[in-house]
């Protein structure tokens, strides 16, 4: 799946920063923002709303947490109750560690597996879909073409009085 | 020093593989065949009465192994051994009285140390009966339990030395 | 915006940059040949790694018995080295996780490295457990798994059960933080691809990494959550292990201030363990203005204060001890320090409580060359820590009939050099074939993001240039005539790098010879 959308790279932060900010407010609509690395203040230019993934993390862990206690209870006391030094069948002072252990383990998983599956993040052999040098030191802003009327006059003058270095009109995966 | 098969085990909490753990008798027994061999229980045995397989020992000799004895299985490389009370004579014991229909008396069972003791010093015996020779020796005052003060609990105690038995003042 | 920084402070990346230029110096040692120096290395430490795999072999193959413990003294070596590898690990957690929840940003240029640090020094602590154990062939008997014999499941009352879950969780999330940190770098690594191997092998593991602002958020979102994740682990595990001790009876294991006398003494010689590889490596890759004095003197300073704590904590225990009344624990101690291994106690207290005082000198501080050397001795003295508490302990224990004294056989030291051998040979691999900078993070501070110092020209360059729009290529007015149509990969784009290259191999050169006189 893809689509042709307006792409203007840019050489800095600051630059991408600014006409993101300018081009949502003047009402075009941003397919995506390619950065190399994080830039912050980049989700408030766009307008995004924060991730969901915390709660996924707090959820997983509590299961992780029901798991744990399950199994160490369950185990030492009903599945096949032993007397160990003398400590009551249900330790469970004893079974905080573990319990711990797994809560993280859950969360931490989990948390990575939904950011993999959200954001299909998934082997691919080509870097066919990756725009040129947006890992290495260029800022590219993808504005959707299709769909509604799009000025690209406007948009490349938007761009420009942020110091655009490349326009282009480029097939985007979406 | 033998294993004092304490209530309390410190070797039983410790070790992760459920190898020593209690039995309904009151013994701390030792699972060879489950034993991984982390070492952890001697470490935590104050008397350090337990035994550690470091090699595998030949008992290849035909001759050799007529001294075995036919009731205990032959520990092998890496597992942790112990005294086990004589836990085989236990439930030979324990058969006995049930093929005969009757509960274990007092004197049924003799550990092999006690059988082999000429003077008579260990007393074996089930402390939960009042009426067991063992009950009364550790009732009579001059029973000891060694670390009393850890509060392991061990089931195998001592008897103090009499000193001027005639005296008043001696105990 | 971004965020504004003040212009007081020292930059992060010490020398002016463009962004180009640090994927280009951070990503070249691992696309040209080894040099002579990593062939080296890289054969001693394999030559180790042999040493240490067949005194394993012998071992597994013969028994424990091939170890100098006895029946009083179970532990020694083999419990030390997973102890002292462990804590070795958490410095690299606490610099990628800890530093990051407390926004120190110098922690960037080694997080990487760090991280990777945790990972091989984990490996190799996992080994001890596995191999001290008599019957290591059924050391998945410590795992609950459903089976037919009872079934029976494990001792959860066992520090031993919560060691395997705390350290097999500890690597997995580890490895799996480190595994997020690494995908931006991995598809940049992707792009500069040349062969096709490379770039399939890249590709599949950056798993398709576009740089998308909704990836990144998200991926933010995680690597906070991450971080959040890994502090409390790393603090549990390092407390889980000194539970190995503290809750057994034996005088000398059995005190309640272990756990955050461990993590401490886990952090200390960590950072130990982190100067000394980040010395190495700022001098072999030449990422001196990566990996600056700043970074040094930061490491030191945590240095000071985890020192300070575990002096405490020498001091606390003989306190306790004292106070206690109980004979046992005195002994315990006094024995320790005048015993039969005194020696061990004052070379513990020697490089642990002393040798970090001298970090109180800026001069030292400063100093690689000095930083290295105290960090080897920092290192010497925490494997002497937990030998004194492992075999002190032991050795001198309740009852004098089973007083026992021990030495560590060729196999058991073999073991132990083994162990730096596979922590050295995974470590020059990794520096080959995975980016030890963390490219994205160092870039998110160098100056020529943020703005600030000398970068200024650099942006000017590249703003200056004229912009290279959509209708050129389409032979609208003013157009360099017909250029090919845009593709992912045009060859403008490939132009443009040799040209950078060429100017980047002069400047790195230069820095080489500036540098020196540093």
Redesign the interface.
């Known amino acids: 799946m893809s689509a042709r959308m307006f792409v203007a790279y840019f050489?800095?932060?600051?630059g991408i920063?600014g006409a993101t900010r300018a081009v949502r407010e003047a009402g075009f609509e941003i397919h995506?923002?390619?950065?190399?690395?994080?830039?912050?203040?980049?989700?408030e230019a766009?307008g995004?709303r924060?991730?969901r993934?915390?709660w996924v993390?707090f959820f997983a862990?509590a299961f992780g947490l029901a798991v744990a206690l399950a199994?160490?209870i369950w185990?030492?006391a009903v599945?096949?109750p032993l007397n160990?030094?003398g400590?009551p069948h249900n330790?469970f002072p004893?079974?905080i560690?573990?319990a711990?252990?797994?809560t993280?383990?859950f969360?931490?998983?989990t948390?990575?597996a939904?950011?993999?599956l959200?954001?299909?993040?998934?082997?691919?052999?080509?870097?066919?879909?990756?725009?040129?040098?947006?890992?290495?030191?260029r800022f590219?802003l993808a504005l959707v073409v299709e769909g509604h009327a799009f000025d690209a006059d406007r948009a490349?003058a938007i761009c420009?009085a942020h110091?655009?270095?490349?326009?282009?009109?480029?097939e985007v995966s979406k | 020093?033998t294993c004092l098969h304490c209530e309390n085990a410190?070797c039983?909490?410790?070790?992760?593989?459920?190898a020593t753990v209690h039995s309904s008798d009151g013994l701390n027994q030792q699972v060879y065949n489950?034993?991984?061999?982390?070492?952890?229980c001697?470490?935590?045995c104050?008397?350090?009465v337990?035994?550690?397989?470091?090699?595998?020992y030949d008992h290849g000799e035909p001759i050799e192994r007529m001294v075995l004895n036919p009731d205990v299985v032959v520990r092998?490389?890496?597992?942790?051994e112990k005294c086990s009370l004589c836990v085989q004579r236990i439930q030979a014991g324990k058969a006995d009285a049930k093929r005969a229909g009757r509960p274990v008396a007092d004197g049924d069972i003799r550990t092999a140390c006690q059988q082999s003791c000429p003077a008579g010093a260990i007393v074996f015996g089930d402390l939960n009966d009042p009426k067991s020779r063992v009950a009364a020796l550790v009732k009579s005052g001059r029973n000891y339990r060694l670390?009393e003060d850890?509060n392991?609990g061990p089931v195998v105690s001592y008897l103090t030395k009499l000193r001027n038995p005639g005296s008043k003042e001696g105990v | 915006?971004?965020?504004a920084v003040s212009p007081l402070r020292e930059p992060l990346v010490s020398e002016a940059r463009?962004?180009?230029q640090l994927?280009d110096e951070i990503a070249r040692p691992m696309e040209r040949r080894p040099t002579k120096a990593w062939w080296c290395a890289f054969l001693a430490s394999f030559s180790a790694l042999v040493l240490g795999v067949y005194c394993v072999s012998v071992q597994v193959m013969?028994?424990?018995?091939t170890w100098g413990?006895n029946?009083?003294v179970?532990?020694a070596f083999d419990i030390t080295n997973f102890v002292f590898w462990i804590g070795i690990g958490h410095a690299g957690t606490l610099i990628s996780a800890i530093l990051f929840l407390f926004r120190q940003k110098w922690r960037t240029s080694i997080n990487r490295s760090a991280e990777a640090m945790t990972l091989f020094a984990v490996m190799c602590a996992g080994l001890f457990?596995i191999i001290?154990?008599?019957?290591?062939w059924?050391?998945y008997?410590?795992a609950?798994y459903p089976n037919d014999r009872?079934?029976?499941?494990?001792?959860?009352?066992?520090?031993?059960?919560?060691d395997?879950?705390?350290i097999s969780?500890y690597f997995?999330?580890s490895a799996?933080?480190w595994y997020?940190g690494l995908?931006?770098d991995l598809?940049?690594m992707?792009?500069?691809a040349k062969s096709a191997i490379r770039?399939?092998i890249y590709?599949?593991?950056s798993?398709?990494?576009?740089?998308?602002?909704?990836?990144?958020?998200?991926?933010?979102?995680?690597y906070l959550?991450?971080a959040g994740?890994?502090t409390?682990?790393v603090l549990?595990v390092h407390s889980?292990v000194s539970?190995?001790f503290a809750?057994?009876?034996?005088p000398g294991w059995h005190t309640t201030i272990f756990p955050p006398y461990f993590v401490a003494g886990a952090v200390f010689s960590g950072f130990a363990m982190v100067l000394t590889l980040m010395i190495i490596a700022r001098h072999v890759m030449g990422w001196k203005h990566l990996i600056t004095i700043r970074h040094v003197e930061n490491m030191t300073k945590i240095m000071i204060a985890t020192g300070g704590i575990v002096g405490f904590a020498y001091a606390t225990e003989f306190f306790t001890a004292w106070y206690s009344g109980n004979e046992l624990e005195r002994f315990a101690f006094s024995n320790r320090a005048f015993g039969p291994y005194a020696w061990a106690y004052w070379i513990m207290v020697g490089c642990n409580v002393l040798i970090p005082q001298f970090f109180w000198f800026k001069k030292i501080r400063t100093s690689v060359a000095a930083v290295f050397a105290l960090s080897i001795l920092v290192n010497v003295g925490m494997w002497f820590e937990r030998f004194v508490i492992i075999v002190t302990s032991?050795h001198r224990?309740?009852?004098p009939?089973?007083w026992a004294m021990y030495a560590p056989t060729f196999i058991e030291v073999g073991t132990l050099v083994g162990t730096f051998g596979l922590f050295f040979t995974c470590f020059l691999l990794f520096i080959r074939v995975l980016p030890a900078v963390s490219?994205?993070?160092v870039?998110?501070v160098s100056g020529?993001?943020r703005?600030i110092g000398v970068t200024t020209e650099f942006?000017e360059q590249?703003?200056k240039?004229p912009?290279?729009?959509?209708r050129e290529?389409n032979g609208e007015p003013n157009g360099h005539g017909g250029r090919t149509p845009?593709q992912?990969?045009?060859t403008q784009?490939s132009e443009e790098k040799k040209k950078g290259d060429k100017k980047e191999d002069a400047g790195a050169g230069a820095d080489l010879v500036t540098e020196a006189g540093e």
């Open positions: 050489g800095s932060e600051d920063l995506d923002v390619y950065t190399p690395y994080a830039v912050h203040g980049m989700d766009m995004q924060p991730s993934i915390t993390c862990g199994l160490q185990t030492s599945d096949w160990v030094g400590k330790s004893a079974f560690p573990v711990f252990e797994l993280v383990l969360g931490g998983l948390t990575v939904a950011l993999f959200r954001s299909r993040l998934k082997p691919r052999m080509s870097n066919a879909h990756v725009l040129p040098r947006v890992t290495d030191d590219a490349e420009a110091g655009v270095v490349e326009t282009d009109f480029v | 020093m410190p039983e909490t410790v070790c992760p593989v459920l489950r034993c991984v061999g982390t070492r952890y001697a470490n935590n104050p008397p350090k337990r035994r550690f397989n470091w090699f595998e092998s490389r890496g597992v942790m670390f850890l392991i | 915006m971004s965020h463009t962004l180009h994927t013969t028994g424990v018995g413990l029946k009083t179970g532990w457990p001290h154990m008599g019957r290591p059924f050391a008997f410590a609950p009872g079934p029976l499941w494990v001792n959860f009352r066992s520090p031993l059960v919560w395997m879950f705390a969780t997995i999330i799996v933080f997020v995908l931006p598809a940049t992707r792009d500069r770039k399939a590709g599949a593991l798993l398709g990494w576009n740089g998308s602002q909704r990836t990144w958020l998200r991926y933010e979102t995680v959550l991450l994740l890994a409390p682990l549990s889980i539970m190995d809750t057994s009876i034996l032991l224990d309740f009852l009939s089973s490219i994205a993070e870039k998110a020529y993001a703005k942006r590249s703003a240039k912009v290279d729009s959509w290529r845009p992912p990969q045009s784009r």
